[in-house]
């Protein structure tokens, strides 16, 4: 019995110091490793290596900031996995947020794995701990629930290829349950709220696969229906159609979320890097698991057209709003300016906002431009600090703990199709009569609301109009464009 009792004492330590974890340690073992991928380091590595190489995916044109990646057994999609990770090549992330379906468990809402880390045969990989928490906070839909995790592989199989691919990098995992537009919105509201604008460069994955036992032929029709609707980037127009039955993803409210997340996050462009189904790797055509993998990403065009201001600009901004609250508060005064840079001296409009901690301590702009940017940044600087009627005016001693964010608006531009709002990217204006009210581009970000409820919560709790006005012919609608940056 103590022969026994050694033998397994000293196989424990072996496993422990070849992945160089403690007991002690948070540590969610793998669930599928040797059945869905090899469970030999060496082996997975090469696998996962030789799907990289073969894979050529089309130019990316822009920042990536999402993927839809399947989760089958590394034999029928790892090849097509591949595509989406290899577009990542050149590409750098803090955090990697995984949003897999629930296959094994009935699930109410989401469950996070909070902290500790992942464990594969390549080695762990570490819970951003704090974004996760700060990420359960925003909903009670959002807890732990860790029955989700115990036999999951959904979120599983896309750390090897992350390992591959990534540097150092942390990862938020995320169950999901029952297909439900509404919690969809929560979470990806949870999420884009979380984010410290300029401070994390974050990825978010949704780990689904497509339509599931049909025919080759109808599920290659069924499947290229659902990746053109997922390229128009339309979550609800996508979530509608998989309610008729029309399209099928067995992780639809992963994607859904990471739709309305990009979509707040600015994210303009999607597109298909490689599909397959079963049919095309066992040659049984008859009933097929289709597989996509598609990247979304913030075209450089749209890139061009929102970075208004270089990062010498930008800095020079920060100089002068920072110098404006400082001289201000201690002195009461506003310090003399003046410029010779042709950008700062374009009259355009701009919000400073101050926060304290995570707090807001401080937010005043204006839309329209009244005067050189560079003085505009100075006079709502000191108007945040000192003259946002929802807090006290700044005082000294609280000058060392607030940071400063800066929006540079483009002038108003007036539309007639409100397709063109780009939610997370454009701001609103609402015009009718003598009543009018604006949104900031951030406002659907900090909210998570569709594109219908922005607009009509701009038009009755800004502009002081029923909730429809927005669809009336002679009400007026202005977009405009903010570049939004923070104090690095």
Known sequence: MLKKILIFSFLVLAIIGEFNVTPAENLKGPNVSGSFYPASKEELMAMVDTFLEKAKPGAVNGKVTALISPHAGYLYSGQVAAYGYKALKYEN?????????SHYMYLDGFSIYPKGSFLTPLGKVDIDEKLAKKIMSKSKRISFI???FEKEHSLEVQLPFLQRILVDFD???IITGNLNYKDCQILANAITSSLDNNKKKVLLIASSDFSHYHSYRQAVAMDMMAIKDVEKMQPRYV????KEGKIEMCGAQAVITIMIASEQMGTDSAMLLKYANSGDIIFDKSRVVGYASMVFFRSDKKKKENNMLNESQRKKLFKIARKAIENYVKTGQKIELSETDKELLEEKGAFVTIHKGENLRGCIGNIIGHGPLYLTVRDMAIAAAADDPRFSPLSPDELDEIDIEISVLSKPRRITDVGEIQLGTHGVIIKKGFRSGVFLPQVATETGWSKEEFLSNLCAH????????WKDEDTEIYIFSAEVFGEE
């Open 171 to 173: 990862i938020v995992p």
């Open 146 to 148: 860790p029955e989700a």
């Open 239 to 242: 979530f509608n159609k998989i």
């Open 462 to 469: 800004k502009a002081g109009l029923s909730a429809e006005a």
């Open 93 to 101: 992330f803090d955090t990697v947020i995984i949003i897999g379906p």
